[in-house]
């Protein structure tokens, strides 16, 4: 009987702006990948439909099915459990997505999806920074704000699939309204969206020359440089967006009491203006037992390669299904 181990998978991460198919190895290395954009696409079936596409396309250039064992998806509001993407607010389809089933049915593979935190977790624990821990959070921080944890070495899904949504917590009764609807939500004052208001909040406040002023069109990546120049405002900003997402933190980290929250995402790489109000406004909130314990850095993977990688974790997670055997 032959022995045919099949030593390959295929990740795909799916952001806002754009989806990237990459095929790995089982040590991780990024054999071939491609990608397109995601906003492109207003309908679902057209999508997948190109999606598959590009994975056949990737994969028969380089292998072949014979060497695939399995596809793994990483997509904001993606449920593991359900194989689903599932109201997520940030997509331009709405409603429950059945993207596993859709993208088995196309590529006669078995699939597995799962939140973009969720991957990043993974992807964090075999290649990056959460490599030999148990206990720990990953926060990824972007247009959207999501979480993955594990506790004793196991990652939470919880019972339907949608533990880690840390965004959509309320930190303000009666504050801002967030794109799923509630008021408050932590999401709505440290994603991309929340910080430039934030900074319009600001500007409006406070009358002093800020760089922020002149500037057409704001974004966490401006502002940040703008504190680099030391700009009073803009470190206002960054100073409002770390001490909420401390307090939001603190409160996540007193429940499941990790040994570190790893950041990941584009406004992690802020730095200092991030990470100096955030830890004094962690530890100050923090469970007293837990002060000084809990370490608190951003990951050392480059946010894209991380976030394919942790969909290859994804893929390995699932079960071998194949109609190429």
Not at 64 to 70: F, L
């Amino acid at each position: 009987m032959e022995n045919n181990i099949k030593t390959r998978v295929v990740g795909v991460d799916i952001s806002i702006e754009r989806t990237t198919c990459a095929v790995i190895d089982i040590r991780g290395n990024i054999i071939a990948e491609s990608f397109f954009s995601t906003m492109d696409f207003s309908d679902i079936n057209s999508y997948v439909s190109t999606l598959c596409e590009k994975i056949m396309e990737l994969v028969m250039a380089n292998g072949g099915y014979e060497t695939i064992r399995s596809v793994g998806v990483s997509a904001p509001s993606a449920n593991f459990v359900t194989g689903c993407i599932e109201n997520a607010p940030n997509l331009p389809w709405k409603g429950v997505i059945p993207l596993a089933a859709l993208m088995r049915d196309q590529l006669g593979l078995a699939v597995g999806v799962a939140n973009d935190a969720h991957a990043t977790a993974l992807g964090e624990l075999a290649y990056g920074s959460a490599h030999g821990m148990k206990d720990f959070i990953v926060l990824n921080i972007g247009v959207g704000l999501g979480s993955c944890f594990f506790s004793e070495g196991h990652e939470h899904h919880g019972a339907e699939g949608f533990a880690g949504e840390f965004g959509h917590t309320c930190v303000a009764e009666g504050g801002r309204m967030c794109t799923c609807g509630h008021d408050g939500c932590i999401e709505s004052y440290v994603s991309a969206r929340g910080i430039v208001q934030t900074a319009q909040e600001v500007l409006a406040e406070i009358d002093a020359p800020s760089l922020m002023r002149n500037q057409e069109k704001l974004s966490p990546r401006i502002i940040a440089g703008f504190c680099d120049q030391g700009d009073e405002l803009a470190i206002e900003t960054f100073r409002r967006t770390g001490h909420i997402l401390g307090i939001g933190l603190a409160n996540y980290a007193s429940v499941i009491n990790p040994e570190a929250i790893i950041l990941a995402g584009g406004i992690s790489r802020a730095g200092k203006w991030l990470l100096d109000p955030l830890r004094e406004s962690f530890e100050k909130h923090v469970f007293k037992a837990m002060q000084g314990k809990i370490k608190i850095f951003v990951s050392n993977l480059e946010n894209h390669t991380r976030d394919v990688l942790g969909a290859s974790a994804v893929a390995w997670d699932v079960k071998e299904y194949s109609l190429f055997k």
